[in-house]
T-cell receptor
Framework: AQKVTQAQTEISVVEKEDVTLDCVYE???????LFWYKQPPSGELVFLIR??????QNEISGRYSWNFQKSTSSFNFTITASQVVDSAVYFC????????????FGAGTQVVVTP | DTGVSQDPRHKITKRGQNVTFRCDPI?????LYWYRQTLGQGPEFLTY????????KSRLLSDRFSAERPKGSFSTLEIQRTEQGDSAMYLC???????????????FGPGTRLTVL
């Protein structure tokens, strides 16, 4: 069975602080994909990144960075120098190649950035 | 390039009524998905279309739920005899992909929030 765990329910930070969101996944498959989505208060899920199981390189995009470690089945997400606009719920999701279209989401982490 | 759109954005109905939601995917996308999200939870997969064929349905999709994608473009999700437990956000997503095992990035619409009184 596939499972995604986001143990942090809510993280509160003051603007300009860094924040790291944890994501731990479970799958028996060797080929899979991991995603992060952002859900602001408006409700729409916004795609942030996709990473396949064969690519363990870390990635940086502006103030966002991702750390993928297969050895610990983790795909963590860091926001550097947080801003109020980063306040949202962030979801980690797993796609396994034999599951057709199904994304398995974690429960999400609410990030609250205060000025 | 317009994104995924959903209509209506909000729906309030009384228990026992039927409701129908519409999703218009990104125009060139061949895959369309429906998810349901309840408060404080991540989205849960309901069903998936490749073009007009419905290829997978979750056990969450009871007999009261039906989804169609008649011409491989827009899709509708109908809930018959609504129950209070159906209250949730219904999300639609679309993607462009080739073979069945080829992954793709799913782009989501704004959702339809259903409240059943």
């Amino acid at each position: 069975a596939q499972k995604v765990t986001q143990a942090q329910t809510e993280i509160s930070v003051v603007e300009k602080e860094d924040v790291t969101l944890d994501c731990v996944y479970e799958t028996r498959d060797t080929t899979y994909y991991l995603f992060w989505y952002k859900q602001p208060p408006s409700g729409e899920l916004v795609f942030l990144i996709r990473r396949n199981s064969f690519d363990e390189q870390n990635e940086i995009s502006g103030r966002y960075s991702w750390n993928f470690q297969k050895s610990t089945s983790s795909f963590n997400f860091t926001i550097t120098a947080s801003q109020v606009v980063d306040s949202a719920v962030y979801f980690c999701a797993l796609f396994v190649t034999d599951s057709w279209g199904k994304l398995q989401f974690g429960a999400g982490t609410q990030v609250v950035v205060t000025p | 390039d317009t994104g995924v759109s959903q209509d209506p954005r909000h729906k309030i109905t009384k228990r026992g009524q039927n409701v129908t939601f519409r999703c218009d995917p990104i125009s060139e996308h061949n895959r369309l998905y429906w998810y349901r999200q309840t408060l404080g939870q991540g989205p849960e997969f309901l069903t998936y279309f490749q073009n007009e064929a419905q290829l997978e349905k979750s056990r969450l999709l009871s007999d009261r739920f039906s989804a169609e994608r008649p011409k491989g473009s827009f899709s509708t999700l109908e809930i018959q005899r609504t129950e209070q437990g159906d209250s949730a956000m219904y999300l639609c997503a679309s993607s462009l992909a080739g073979g069945p095992s080829e992954t793709d990035t799913q782009y989501f619409g704004p959702g339809t929030r259903l409240t059943v009184l």
